[in-house]
Every structure is written in C-alpha cells, then in structure tokens.
C-alpha cells in the first residue's frame, strides 16, 4: 500500500494533462459512462462536482443507472459508523457485476479512506475494487485513474498531509439555480467525537480573490443562488493573514450583481462574532437562516465535547442574532449519547430545544469513531438508551418544528423555485429565504424564478401553498 507521510507539492490539474489526453484516448474510442455514488456532507458532494468535472475532461459521460457504468466511484463519508456500514454493503454487491464485466473499474474515495485501517480492510475485502485514493489528492485523479486503466492490482494512494488548495479543478455542478462553492477545507476544532479533522486535514482558506471570482462566474452562469461552504466557516481567513475574515467575504459577495441568495454552513458558535452577525443583518442577499449546531444542551457534556461554550453563551447567542434578525430561522445538530451523559444531561438538551424553539434540528445517535478522544471515554452509553433519548428529543422538536411552521399558515412567503417537486410531480418545489421547503402549484414553468407563495398548508418538514 501506498501511504505517503510527505509534503504534496502543489500541482495543478494541468500537471495531470498527459493522463487526461491518454484516457480521452480510450474514452474516445470506447463511449465510456461513469457513476459517482457521494455519501456524506455537502462539502463531499461538492467534491463529487469536481471529480465529475475532471472526468468529463477527460471524455467519460454521465450516467444515471450505475449498471450502464464503466467507472463507478464511491465517495465515502465516515463521520457516523451507519454512514460506512452503507459503503461496506454496496461496495460487496458489486462483486458479480464485476465478475460479469472485468474491464469495470471500481473506485472508492472520500474521508473514510483517510483512516488508514479502513483502507487496508477495504483492499483485502474487496480486491475487486481498482482504486482507492483519499481527500487529500483528490486533484492527482486523472493519473491514479490512468493507473487502475493499467493495473490489475488495485491502486491505492492515500495522503497522510493535507496540501496546499488546488484551484485549477475543472467543476461540474449540477444544473439549477443554486450552487455550492467551498471557501475553506479541514477543521481545527477537534470536538471529541469527531473524525472530520483527522480526515480533512487543518483549516485552510481560499484566497477571497479566488472565490469572488468564481462567485461572479456563476452569476455569469445563471446561478441565483450561493452556499459557502465549510466545516467551520466562522474561522474562514484567520490563515490567510490579511485581517479578512468571514463578514468581510460576506460583505464583498452581497455587491455581486445576479445573485439573489447567499447561504453558508457550517457555523461554530465559539466562533460566531458580533461582526459577523452585523454583516448578516446588513447584507441584503445572506438568508435568513443559520445552522448553528448545538450538539449538547448540557455543560458538562459540551466540555467533555471540546465545543468551547456554555449553554447558556450558546442562547445568548442565538437571543443576540433573533434581536439584530428577527425573520431568521435557526436550525442546529444534536447528538445523544455522548459518553458520559447522564438523564440530566439529557433534561438540559430537552430543556434548551424548548427555550431556543429551532425551526428544525439534525438529531443523531453518538457513534464511536476509532482515534478520537471520546471513542476511548468508558462510560459509553448503551444502544437502547440512545435510542430512547433520540426518540424523546425527535418527538420534542417534531412538535416545535409543526409550530413554527403552522404560523405560516395563510402568509404569503417568498421562494427560489429549483423544479419540479421530487415527491409530487404536479408540484413545483422550492425553498424560502428561512430554508423552508416549499411545495406548490403554478400555473406555468417557474423554475429558476423567485415566486411568491400563499401558504395553505404547513407540515411538519414542508410548506405547501399556491402561487399568487
Ligand atoms: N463542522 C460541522 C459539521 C460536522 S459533521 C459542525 O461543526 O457542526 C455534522 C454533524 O454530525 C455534527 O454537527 C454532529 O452533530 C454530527 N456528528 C459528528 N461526529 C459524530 C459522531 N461521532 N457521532 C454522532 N454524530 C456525530
Ligand atoms: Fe467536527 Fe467539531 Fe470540526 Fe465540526 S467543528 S467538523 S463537529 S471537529
Ligand atoms: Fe462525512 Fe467527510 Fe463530510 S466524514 S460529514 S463527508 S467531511
């Protein structure tokens, strides 16, 4: 296996040019399909949109149905052990296609190739699949593909250290109106449960010249929306050196023209300034809405967490950006079950969700990621106490999130329209400035446009109305 304790040179995707033109050789002459399977966050997703952008350079087209494939890549997270357990088992359903068809390359990718053991029992597994590679050379896939062209053994190439950014790779982003762009990689925060900062390195920003740039392009392009996107986007541009922080880039986003929206996720409460909650409220294009995960409504388990606050600084907080920013709407992550929390952990969780009223809340089981400080805590909470606390808090927030929701009821709210809805296809759907989703009726095709909805119906997780 190749793992490789060193300093990446930056290289760019040109440096990868010669792989690029001798795969488009073969794809030339062989039509050849890929399919990406992304697991995971959105900066994964997002990921997905560069690996299939590099992929279409080098002549590979997309398909849908991953049995029509020739490359199927997955792109794998490892934040919570079900996420894994899901790759273990389409991974292994592959086996007899791959019997079937030998010239099918397998790929697997992402964070949880970053953990080194993982990797060593996917190759002995699976010595089916034909290559591995993790997040941080995620730029160097035109040649690990070229090697899995050329190799029977399976090609593994994982990075131990992050590099510097790679700007240069060619994106495809999904069509539509809204479009995601990463302003920074890697996580500093070490919260104790969390495999994210062994897996995508430390936090380094994109230069802001770089990201207006492709912001002002994708205005160019037709994208009405924008997501900034990183683990921890409160701390954006404290490497860079150049005292230009996040409410700065905020700042210099609302004044480019053809944008409506501006999104970013996700937020640090340790790390969410004054300044920045004036650059909100100030911008005209920053939804309201913020993601300000909470994890833990208790302060003993906050610290054993490593997060940094104290409830009580967390809802001064969140009352803070409610008086700057009334319409907005707060939603956060829960776990339960962290080693160590007691039932009265638990009633100090119950009892924030009720004061801080979220408009809706991630909620999760805490799993035990090897190499982090908590994995190694012993006093692991059982299974059906975690269940029993996560069925509480859901049935709680359930019921916040139907009455937050019901006091749009015959209001008249402002949408994004992305299509048509997903579950009802004689529906549009589309989302409010607060994030809400929206499913209605219109009389003609509004996709891309910003409608405005008569709520008639509020449910729990959606809004449902008709154009007026
Ligand atoms: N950087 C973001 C998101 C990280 S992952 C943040 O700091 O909020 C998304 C969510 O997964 C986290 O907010 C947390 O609620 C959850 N999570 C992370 N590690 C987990 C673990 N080991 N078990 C259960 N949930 C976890
Ligand atoms: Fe994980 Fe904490 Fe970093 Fe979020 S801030 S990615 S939860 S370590
Ligand atoms: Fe998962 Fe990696 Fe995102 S572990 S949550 S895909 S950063």
């Not at 994964?44 to 080098?58: P, Q, R, Y």
């Not at 080194?116 to 034909?130: L, M, N």
């Not at 986003?253 to 996720?265: K, L, N, S």
């Amino acid at each position: 296996m190749n793992r490789q304790n060193i300093d990446i040179p930056q290289t760019s995707i040109e440096d990868q040019r010669r792989y690029i033109a001798e795969i488009n050789e073969i794809t030339s002459k062989k039509d050849l399909k890929y399919h990406i399977i992304t697991y995971g966050c959105q900066m994964n997703v997002h990921d997905s949109e560069k690996l299939a952008g590099m992929l279409n350079t080098m002549g590979y087209t997309e398909t849908l149905e991953q049995n029509k494939a020739d490359l199927i890549l997955f792109n794998t997270c490892c934040v919570r052990e079900n996420a894994e357990l899901k790759v273990y088992g389409n991974v292994g359903s592959l086996y007899t296609s791959k019997q079937q068809n030998p010239n099918m390359i397998i790929g697997i990718c992402g964070c949880m190739m970053q953990q080194e053991d993982i990797s060593h029992y996917i190759v002995k597994k699976f010595p089916f699949v034909d290559l591995i590679f993790g997040t941080h050379n995620l730029h160097h896939f035109p040649r690990l593909l070229w090697g899995a062209l050329h190799s029977s053994h399976t090609v593994v190439e994982i990075l131990d250290k992050e590099g510097l950014i790679v700007e240069d790779i060619p994106l495809t982003r999904n069509l539509g109106v809204s479009a995601w762009t990463t302003i920074m990689y890697g996580c500093n925060n070490f919260c104790s449960y969390c495999i994210v900062p062994y897996v995508r390195g430390r936090e380094r920003s994109r230069q802001p010249i770089d990201i207006i740039s492709e912001i002002k392009q994708l205005s160019e392009d037709g994208y009405k929306e924008i997501t900034l996107l990183g683990q921890n986007v409160n701390s954006y541009g404290k490497d860079l050196g150049k005292h230009y922080y996040f409410s700065d880039l905020l700042r210099e986003i609302d004044d480019i023209d053809g944008i409506e929206r501006v999104r970013f996720m996700t937020s640090h409460p340790k790390d969410l300034s004054k300044d920045l909650i004036m650059a909100m409220a100030e911008s005209e294009k920053v939804c309201e809405h913020l993601h300000l995960p909470i994890q833990s409504g208790s302060n003993n388990v906050l610290k054993t967490m490593n997060r940094g606050y104290t409830r009580e600084e967390y809802m001064d907080l969140v009352n803070l950006i409610r008086e700057k920013i009334p319409q907005i709407a707060v939603t956060t992550d829960i776990i339960v079950g962290f080693p160590g929390e007691t039932d009265i952990d638990f009633a100090h969780t119950l009892d924030v969700v009720n004061k801080m009223e979220f408009d809706s809340a991630y909620t999760f089981m805490y799993s035990q990621r090897t190499g982090t400080p908590a994995a190694k805590m012993d006093n692991q909470i059982d299974n059906k106490t975690m269940k029993a606390r996560l069925q509480a808090l859901m049935e709680l927030q359930n019921k916040i999130s139907r009455n937050i929701n019901s006091r749009a009821h015959n209001q008249i709210v402002e949408v994004l329209v992305e299509g048509l809805s997903k579950n009802r296809n004689d529906m549009f759907s589309g989302r409010t400035r607060s994030n809400k989703l929206v499913n209605f009726a219109a009389p003609y095709d509004v996709t891309g446009k910003i409608v405005q909805i008569k709520v008639n119906k509020a449910k729990t997780w959606t809004l449902e109305g008709v154009m007026v």
